[in-house]
């Protein structure tokens, strides 16, 4: 489990599959993603998760609010298919429930998902990406102090003439990070 000033991030209970589900199943959530995810898609995934989350002691945690008992989304380190063109590669990642968006809670909750991967797992670098639209991901990106690599790539899982195929990817080293947390 780990704990930043507002937030628990923690193994999955038994209600965060549905959660999961709810939150992927939300159109404005989704918004930048070729749809959102059906119950089953939903459940394939939260599935998968959860079982490398319980397999390796990290993964996409489940963030939790620490002064009220409530699952508000999901944030934390994931390894990319291997058809991606950063792979091998750590990504962080974050997908919270809209009525908690822009309190700073995803920044929060990636600011020590970062710190694990560095300072407790040892990684040299972990990367973040998404589509070229979508602002609001990128910005906490730069709030984490990651910087655009200018590689863009086309997810080879999404059709090449649908607008979000074109994808950025941003990454910062361990160096980076210690520079910054100085
Ligand atoms: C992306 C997401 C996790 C952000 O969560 P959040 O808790 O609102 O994020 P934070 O409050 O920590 O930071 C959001 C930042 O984006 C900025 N922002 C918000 N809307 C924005 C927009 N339309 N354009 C640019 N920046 C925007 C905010 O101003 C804030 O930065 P600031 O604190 O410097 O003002 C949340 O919107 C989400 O779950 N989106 C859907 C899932 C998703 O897109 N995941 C990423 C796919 S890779």
Redesign the pocket.
């Known amino acids: 489990m780990l704990r930043t000033e507002r937030l628990i991030l923690r193994a999955w209970a038994d209600d965060d599959l549905a959660r999961f589900e709810k ?1 992927s199943g939300d159109p ?6 070729p749809q959102p995810l059906t119950k089953e898609q939903s459940h394939s995934m939260g599935a998968r998760v959860q079982s490398l989350l319980d397999e390796r002691g990290w993964g996409f945690w489940p963030v939790e609010l620490s002064n009220q008992k409530k699952c508000i ?1 999901f ?1 934390g380190l994931h390894v990319p298919k291997d058809n991606l063109p950063c792979f091998p590669c750590v990504e962080i ?6 009525e ?9 909750a ?1 600011n020590e998902s970062l710190r694990y991967a560095f300072a407790e797992l040892g990684l040299d670098e972990v990367v ?4 070229l639209a ?7 990106m730069q ?1 984490l102090g990651m910087s655009n690599t200018g590689n863009n790539f086309m997810h080879p899982d999404i059709e090449k003439a649908h607008p979000q195929c074109e994808h950025v990817l941003y990454k910062i080293t361990r160096r980076e990070w210690e520079r910054n947390a100085i």
Do not use: C, D, P
């Not at 404005?28 to 993603?33: A, I, K, L, N, T």
């Not at 990642?93 to 809209?98: E, I, S, V």
């Open positions: 939150i404005e959530v989704m918004e930048f993603y989304g944030v990642a974050w997908r919270l429930a809209k908690h968006w822009g309190q700073g809670y995803a920044t929060e990636a973040s990406f998404t589509t979508n602002a609001r991901s990128q910005a906490v709030k």
